[in-house]
């Protein structure tokens, strides 16, 4: 059984679409993330949520709006993508929300044409 | 200064050989260090985490100096299996408290 999965693992679309990427865990974990690697491979927080409380929101543009229906889920949708936006997102999850280890989703490569 | 600093490489070193890996971070209330490994188009995954007493597991060793800001890993007797990314990571404290910031990775190619 997959720890963490996201869907869809490859995403292709236009600017100006909106779009969703799907994350689950079935670790119980109460702590779940996700992060963007630009294609300079930084890896970066962009969000975090406990027991489905948005925790950690970093500089993110608010296109990006992240929902935790539960804590086992967390999506995210962009809106208007740009250029810019592509990237591999990776969705994460972790037991706390300290220093507890982290699982990484398998990502999801989004490319904006 | 960025966040978390690491020598990028690529490093290329024979089977056999041991290889250490630098990284400096600027924030002196963080509290936690770790390295991951990513393979190439793969997410990355927990290698150790690192304490001030030193830990060893195995072929690696990772080293903390808090007062230099610095941590470090060795990785002895390489196989081919050790080529990766190396991201050296750390964990905030205070109002970063449970944020891990990642470096940008460090390049390592083990050949035959």
């Known amino acids: 059984d997959t720890a963490v999965s996201q869907t869809p693992k490859y995403l292709v679309t236009q600017m100006g679409n909106d779009k969703s990427i799907k994350c689950e865990q079935n670790?119980?974990?109460?702590?779940m993330y996700w992060y963007k690697q630009d294609s300079k491979k930084f890896l970066k927080i962009m969000f975090s949520y406990n027991n489905k409380e948005l925790i950690i929101n970093e500089t993110v543009p608010n296109r990006f709006s992240p929902k935790s229906p539960d804590k086992a889920h967390l999506n995210l949708h962009i809106n208007s993508l740009e250029l810019g936006d592509s990237a591999v997102y990776f969705c994460?999850?972790?037991?706390?929300?300290?220093?507890?280890?982290?699982?990484f989703g398998p990502g999801t490569r989004l490319t904006v044409t | 200064r960025k966040e978390v600093e690491q020598d990028p490489g690529p490093f290329n070193v024979p089977e056999g050989a041991t290889v250490a890996f630098n990284c400096t971070y600027s924030?002196?209330?963080?509290?936690?260090f770790f390295w991951y490994r990513q393979d190439c188009r793969k997410e990355p995954k927990l290698l150790m985490s690192?304490?001030?007493s030193g830990n060893e597991d195995g072929r690696f060793t990772a080293q903390l100096n808090r007062a230099s800001q610095y941590i470090s890993l060795l990785i002895r007797d390489s196989k081919l299996s050790d080529s990766a990314t190396y991201l050296c990571v750390v964990m905030g404290g205070g109002t970063s408290y449970g944020k891990l910031t990642f470096g940008q990775g460090t390049i390592l190619t083990v050949h035959p």
């Open positions: 924030n002196s209330a963080s509290q936690s």
């Open positions: 670790l119980g974990h109460d702590t």
């Open positions: 994460a999850s972790s037991q706390g929300t300290g220093g507890d280890e982290q699982y």
């Open positions: 690192v304490y001030s």
